[in-house]
């Protein structure tokens, strides 16, 4: 480091960003991207500071950095632990802040009281035993030098959703969504909205508050979170807490933790991406200024003749700084463990279109991440599989939205405890945000109430078993049929394709076979080796279903190159 400096921190944040005024000087960006030491072995360690300074002022700044956890209050905890909160049902429920070093802590809550000292680092945990459902509101005390009372706190279900901006698309914008709004009025489901913002953005204002529906509450709110909060309170009848942790145009590594990243010669890429950026962040700001200059005076002009604006211009992924690997783990996701939850339901995937074949290494290990950090198990994880799309085209293709959807398949058929909820009949041709929210929520809540509750039904429709060949046909055998396969408005089966060892698709014909099996041929290809359904990414007319009318998987029997092969 320059000047000779330099210095080992206890622990950082593992990816933050710090802007500093030094006398004069213009404000500039410090990066420190720390990965800390564990118990196994020192993984790396890299500071990284790209602001000038004299040695006066680093000096000032160190000694900033390393006393400022000593100025800390005395009790407190994190904002998720507050008044009209929901507790987890039926498992340990953590619950943690910080104090001064040393300090007694008291947190007694339903007739359970756990006492505990805070570490020389002045965090605490205690663990209240697992309780029953309850409507009826508690009061939480936590107690040392000073006392925090917390009221209104009901015991049930606690989910999270999360993702890009389909899952963060609001009650407000979806279709019917203000009688919806309207109708809000159960107060025993609790919303838990998470402000958006990334690791390095500090800020005084929480991180969300607990509050429970109404109308003011839920307009702002994910519009499928919603859904799938009123629908699991209508079938359990317990208390429903919903995270909201969502942010639109954003990709999966921003919410995996950097050194499940780093681990993966795949998925390093992620983070050497972020440093490219850092480097050529100055061009890029200023040819995406001049860009969108001109598209300011071409908009004004086009206003002033009567004509169509063009369109703005796309911001860069330099300037983006939600898609800063780990930068929405560490700041939307870190500060809720290890809150007691029953599962997660994820809706992403738009962003990593054009690297589908490593998304398929990436969500993974995203749910790996999730799961290992909250130290609850193999915790349910529903993946929301991506909608038809874009506009229908003639013949079968090869598009990285299909592959991408593959890759969500994938990920559910080899992750335990993990499931898919299939939006291929939901989405719009062109709009990647569909208004459709409740028949989505629907279905989030279905597969929920199979996964984690046990209900007696099929979680989401039909998937993809095998292909055998017989005779000219492959036979496709399906999974999760309920009371068989079914064909939407009767009819022929359509979106079926096969191709040979030439690697060429053709349409085929389709015959259901028993309770759930699909002979599929084609005269086009007397040998065929692999099959395909619904595969493009608008197909036109997906209607293979179980007997409840939940659509089937799309899904491919090839493991041929596709469209972003390597692509990191």
């Known amino acids: 480091m320059a000047n000779g400096w330099s210095f080992a921190p206890t622990c950082l944040a593992r990816h ?42 680093m000096i000032l ?37 910080t104090a001064d070093p040393g300090e007694t802590v008291v947190v007694k809550f339903a007739s359970q009281t756990r006492n505990t000292k805070a570490g020389s680092d002045g965090k605490w945990q205690v663990t209240l035993s697992s309780m029953p459902a309850s409507a009826t509101p508690g009061t939480m005390t936590i107690s040392g030098n000073n006392t925090i009372t917390l009221g209104d706190v009901l015991v049930g279900e606690v989910w999270i959703v999360s993702g890009q901006s389909n899952m963060q698309f609001t009650l407000a ?34 991180l969300a508050l607990w509050q429970p529906v109404s109308p003011s509450s839920v307009r702002g709110f994910s519009a499928a979170g919603y859904y799938f909060a009123a629908q699991l309170r209508d079938a359990l009848h317990i208390p429903i807490g919903m995270i ?90 870190a500060p809720l463990i290890p809150y007691a939850i029953r599962g997660v339901v994820w809706y992403q995937g738009e962003s990593n279109e054009g690297r589908a074949q490593q998304y398929e290494v990436l969500l993974p290990t995203l749910i790996k991440a999730w799961r290992e950090r909250w130290g609850e198990g193999n915790f349910p994880f529903g993946i929301v599989q991506l909608p038809n799309y874009r506009d229908v085209l003639p013949e079968p293709s090869d598009e990285p939205w299909s592959y991408l959807r593959e890759a969500q398949r994938r990920t559910a058929l080899t992750t335990p405890n993990s499931g898919l909820i299939v939006t291929i009949d939901i989405g719009e041709a062109h709009d990647i945000h ?34 055998k060949l017989r005779g000219s046909k492959l036979v496709v055998t399906f999974d999760d049929v309920g009371k068989g396969l079914r064909i ?23 015959k259901s076979e028993g309770r759930n099996r699909v002979a599929v041929w084609s005269d086009a290809v007397p040998r065929p080796v692999a099959v395909r359904y619904a595969f493009n990414s608008n197909p036109r007319n997906p209607n293979l279903t179980d007997d409840a009318g939940l659509p089937a998987a799309p899904f491919r029997s090839d493991s041929w190159p596709g469209p972003t092969d390597g692509k990191r």
């Open 434 to 467: 569909p208004k459709d929210k409740l028949n989505l929520g629907k279905r989030m809540a279905r597969w929920a109430l199979v996964t984690a509750y046990h209900y007696k039904m099929t979680a989401s429709g039909p998937v993809f078993r095998n292909a």
């Open 61 to 97: 700044f160190l000694a900033i950095l390393l006393v400022a956890p000593a100025a800390r209050a005395n009790v407190a905890v994190p904002d998720v632990i507050g008044n009209a909160m929901v507790l987890q049902r039926d498992q340990a429920v953590p619950i943690w802040g």
């Open 488 to 510: 939407r408005n009767g009819g022929k089966l359509e979106e079926f394709a096969v191709a040979g060892a030439d690697h060429q698709w053709h349409w085929a014909s389709a």
């Open 244 to 333: 909201n942790s969502s942010y639109g145009g954003t990709q999966a590594e921003a919410w995996t933790p950097v050194e499940y990243l780093l681990a993966s010669p795949d998925l390093r890429p992620c983070v050497d991406r972020t440093k490219i950026w850092d480097e050529e962040r100055p061009r890029v700001k200023a040819e995406y200024e001049q860009r969108m200059q001109d598209w300011r005076e071409a908009a004004e002009k086009a206003k002033a003749e009567g004509a169509r604006a063009p369109s703005e211009p796309r911001v860069p992924d330099a300037l983006r700084e939600s898609r800063i690997a780990a930068s929405l783990y560490d700041r939307m996701i």
């Open 16 to 57: 933050t960003y710090l802007r500093l005024n030094c006398g004069k000087r213009r404000s500039r960006f410090m990066r420190f991207f720390i990965l800390c030491r564990s118990r196994e072995k020192v993984r790396l360690t890299e500071v990284q500071i790209s602001v000038s300074m004299n040695t006066s002022s």
């Open 173 to 206: 914008e979806s279709a019917d969504g203000e009688a919806a709004i309207a109708a809000a009025n159960d107060t025993a489901i609790r919303l838990f909205n998470i402000n958006r913002k990334v690791a390095f953005q500090h800020e005084s204002g929480p």
